[in-house]
């Protein structure tokens, strides 16, 4: 299960209309072993496109290491989806490097399904991927970690 701050959600949906028609994608760091986002860092997704994603190599990198620095790992992974429903791509899988890490989709699509986890208009979902199999996951938001 995800559990993340109502803040944290809210940033990542802004940071997802605010790329619109583009996919966004960032990072929420955590101290390391806690998985408990705590950082938010958005992104810039090289491709700018509508349909995929990938991170900047030298902006990755400069966070990886940013992270490694203050000894965080990135708890959550993010990432928009403009026309499809918030469920990891075959390509996303292939992406999936981080087998600790909450893959976070979130959909801005219009034409959203009422049986998912719907926040300000936005489909927002959490899975597992690991070695390939993804396995969706329960997301609790809360005021706060207290």
Known sequence: MLTITRDLVDRIIAHARADHPDEACGVIAGPAGSDRPTRFVAM?????????YRFDSIE?????REMDDRDEEPVV???????TEAYPSRTDISYAMEPQAHYVLVSTREDLETDRLVVDGVEFRSYRILDGEVTEEEVRVVESYA
């Open 44 to 52: 810039t997704n090289a491709e700018r496109s509508p349909t995929f």
């Open 60 to 64: 990755q990198l400069k966070v990886w």
């Open 77 to 83: 992974i993010y990432h928009s989806h403009t026309s």
